[in-house]
């Protein structure tokens, strides 16, 4: 036991130390975690060897526990992406992300089995490698866009729709792989009636048991969390052990006499408990406490999605694998540059912008969770050999940590690529590219994020009769907006296509409520390059940022932090003065909290 937190705490301790440098140069951490599994597993060792340094094996030896503490960690993971998605934001985009996530998945899946079969893989090999490839990464992608504020944005609503539908194939995947080899019609239908028993339980469970045992739970935090982490639990031992509670319901007389004799002993396999987890925060998304169970469990959920991140550089080997070495390039490549314009294409054809079409297609250049646990499951099975499993380990460490840069330089990437994809505006419908700009007005005021802060700005400008354009990246803040008939148009304010339209040449002032540093040097430079006289406003959350964009040009940079002070310091010197105003102020205070409420400020992804 000793040894075993011994070496917990050594990975943990170096994954902290990787974790800081890289945040000091200001990279990604996902690459810090899979390098430090690297440095301690088994790996590092066999490297030495190949350099001619034997006698290292590498520092962690319980290699086992932390893989199925990694695999505690995907649960939980995907426990917090069921709570966090929320599916009425996904209703607008319900068409592609339903029908094209069902089209994509056969789309890439065929593009990689006739990769494999090129590759010379067996019929079988070729299929686990297409659904390998097929598959994108839901705790990496949310991840990364929730760090980023983009969960809201229309390319983060289609890309969460993708990765549910993909979930679901994943889903049926695991549940008929076994069928594979062996194909009849009752295995199948058996291993689909498992999915359908669970899909029951959890329904009912959820509807009727769940409610009133959180409507208790809630009066008291610590049970609140428990309860929830009860639930992960209970529904993960469901898909786990869901065979053979269907399997003793299939003794009982009646069931028994509809099936064959050996059918029933088929049922006991159950499915991955990370099944069951993602489950149980879908079963609890809809809940008036999820923000309070995402708050509690999130601690957890980081804690163990480290050890997963760890246990895939672990996995890595590099021994007796310079044979893979082509088949990894080619499908590395498939992954990075043809899935993610095969996903642009398909987004494309419903009449999504192209920046919208290739930042979803980005988004999902990596492959999943779920196919570590299919290429495990099917060398378990013996359906594979070890080298597609080792493969596929490689396969996930590269595109997770590519990913990672992708969308942090994605601005960049499009830019270059923005050239070469004239022939996706063909297929752009008007309605898709959300905007209301009536061509006869011109815009003296440009105001760049409505939310929150920016609000107080759109309602000053109403009043003084500006003629002025909204410039937003949530698609519900433009859709309400283009209803009240204002002025706007979704899109980011790097884009320069949306620089374009907004013809910054008419704009007298600019006003900028975003604290992306690089998107408002930006902002003021093409301001001041279009019309030298235009006032131009951004924000910033640092001192630092605000100098530099002093530097830059700026007339006035915001830092909210600083105005809130300034705001509180005048309600003391009013009520220094008259004590009553302290109740009018909170009674004007509440009213404002109330509007906000009713424009959709109270959640705090959007961050304006």
Same mark, same amino acid.
């Given at each position: 036991m000793v040894d075993i937190f011994l070496e917990i705490g050594v990975l943990i301790i170096v994954a902290s130390i990787f974790a800081f440098v890289l945040q000091r140069i200001k990279q990604p951490l996902i690459p810090a975690y899979i390098a430090t599994g690297v440095l301690l597993g088994p790996g590092f060792g066999q490297l030495l060897g190949l350099l001619g340094i034997t006698g290292f094996a590498?520092?962690?030896?319980?290699?086992?526990?932390?893989?199925?503490?990694?695999e505690m960690g995907i649960a939980f993971l995907l426990f917090i992406v069921g709570l966090e998605i929320d599916f009425k934001k996904l209703k607008d985009v319900g068409l592609v992300s339903s029908l094209g996530g069902f089209i994509h998945v056969p789309l890439i899946g065929a593009g990689g089995f006739f990769l494999a079969k090129l590759m010379g893989l067996s019929t079988i090999a070729s299929f686990y490698m297409g659904t390998i490839l097929a598959f994108s990464s839901t705790m990496v992608v949310v991840k990364i866009l929730s760090d980023r504020k983009e969960i809201d944005t229309l390319h983060g609503r289609?890309?969460?729709?993708?990765?549910?539908?993909?979930?679901?194939?994943?889903?049926?995947?695991?549940?008929?792989?076994?069928?594979?080899?062996?194909?009849?019609?009752?295995?199948? &239908?058996?291993?689909?009636?498992?999915?359908?028993?669970?899909?029951?339980?959890?329904?009912?469970?959820?509807?009727?048991?769940l409610p009133p045992l959180f409507k208790f739970a809630a009066r008291t935090q610590e049970l609140l969390f428990l309860l929830a982490i009860s639930t992960c639990f209970l529904y993960s031992l469901?898909?786990?052990?869901?065979?053979?509670?269907?399997?003793?319901?299939?003794?009982?007389?009646?069931?028994?006499?509809?099936?064959?004799? &050996?059918?029933?002993?088929?049922?006991?396999?159950?499915?991955?408990?990370?099944? &069951?987890?993602?489950?149980?925060?879908? &079963?609890?998304?809809?809940?008036?406490?999820?923000?309070?169970?995402?708050?509690?469990?999130?601690?957890?959920?980081?804690?163990?999605?480290?050890?997963?991140?760890?246990? @895939?550089?672990?996995?890595?080997?590099?021994?007796?694998?310079?044979?893979?070495?082509?088949?990894?390039?080619?499908?590395?490549?498939?992954?990075?540059?043809?899935?993610? @314009?095969?996903?642009?294409?398909?987004?494309?054809?419903?009449?999504?912008?192209?920046?919208?079409?290739?930042?979803?297609?980005?988004?999902?250049?990596?492959?999943?969770?779920?196919?570590?646990?299919?290429?495990?499951q099917a060398f378990i099975l013996g359906q594979i050999p070890q080298e597609i499993f080792l493969i596929t380990v490689a396969l996930a460490v590269i595109t997770i940590a590519t990913t990672t840069y992708l969308l942090k330089y994605k601005d960049r990437i499009y830019a270059f690529a923005s050239p070469f994809l004239g022939f996706v505006e063909k297929f752009a419908h008007p309605s898709k590219s959300l905007a209301y700009l009536p061509l006869d007005i011109d815009k003296e005021v440009v105001l760049v994020g409505y939310d929150r802060l920016?609000?107080?700005?759109?309602?000053?400008?109403?009043?003084?009769?500006?003629?002025?354009?909204?410039?937003?990246?949530?698609p519900d803040i433009i859709k309400h907006l283009i209803r009240d008939r204002v002025h706007c148009i979704y899109g980011d304010i790097a884009d320069p296509e949306?620089?374009?339209?907004?013809?910054?040449?008419?704009?007298?002032?600019?006003?900028?409520?975003?604290?992306?540093?690089?998107?408002?040097?930006?902002?003021?430079?093409?301001?001041?390059?279009?019309?030298?006289?235009?006032?131009?406003?951004?924000?910033?959350?640092?001192?630092?940022?605000?100098?530099?964009?002093?530097?830059?040009?700026?007339?006035?940079?915001?830092?909210?932090?600083?105005?809130?002070?300034?705001?509180v310091s005048l309600i003391l010197e009013e009520i220094s003065v008259d004590i009553s105003k302290v109740l009018k102020n909170k009674i004007n205070h509440i009213n404002e909290l109330h509007t906000r409420v009713v424009h959709g400020h109270q959640h705090p992804q959007h961050l304006s």
């Open positions: 590498g520092f962690i030896t319980n290699t086992e526990l932390i893989r199925n503490l990694s289609i890309t969460i729709g993708f990765l549910l539908m993909e979930d679901v194939v994943a889903v049926l995947v695991l549940a008929t792989m076994s069928t594979l080899q062996d194909f009849s019609f009752i295995v199948f &239908g058996i291993a689909l009636l498992k999915g359908v028993f669970l899909g029951a339980l959890v329904l009912l469970i959820t509807w009727y048991i469901l898909a786990k052990y869901v065979g053979y509670l269907l399997y003793w319901i299939l003794q009982l007389p009646v069931a028994a006499s509809l099936l064959s004799a &050996g059918a029933p002993e088929l049922v006991k396999p159950g499915f991955p408990i990370v099944i &069951g987890a993602f489950m149980a925060g879908l &079963g609890l998304a809809n809940l008036p406490y999820r923000l309070e169970i995402i708050g509690r469990v999130k601690p957890l959920k980081d804690f163990f999605s480290t050890l997963f991140f760890v246990s @895939l550089g672990m996995e890595l080997v590099f021994i007796n694998v310079g044979h893979l070495t082509l088949p990894l390039i080619f499908f590395t490549l498939f992954v990075l540059l043809i899935k993610p @314009l095969l996903l642009l294409l398909v987004v494309a054809v419903f009449g999504y912008t192209k920046r919208t079409s290739f930042f979803t297609g980005l988004s999902l250049a990596q492959i999943s969770e779920f196919s570590l646990i299919i290429a495990a920016g609000f107080n700005i759109f309602r000053t400008l109403k009043k003084q009769r500006k003629n002025f354009v909204v410039v937003d990246y949530n949306i620089l374009e339209r907004i013809n910054l040449k008419k704009a007298k002032i600019v006003i900028s409520t975003i604290t992306d540093k690089n998107a408002s040097l930006l902002l003021i430079k093409k301001a001041k390059h279009a019309n030298r006289a235009a006032v131009v406003f951004v924000t910033a959350h640092f001192v630092e940022d605000a100098l530099n964009l002093y530097d830059a040009g700026a007339d006035y940079v915001i830092l909210p932090h600083f105005l809130g002070g300034e705001r």
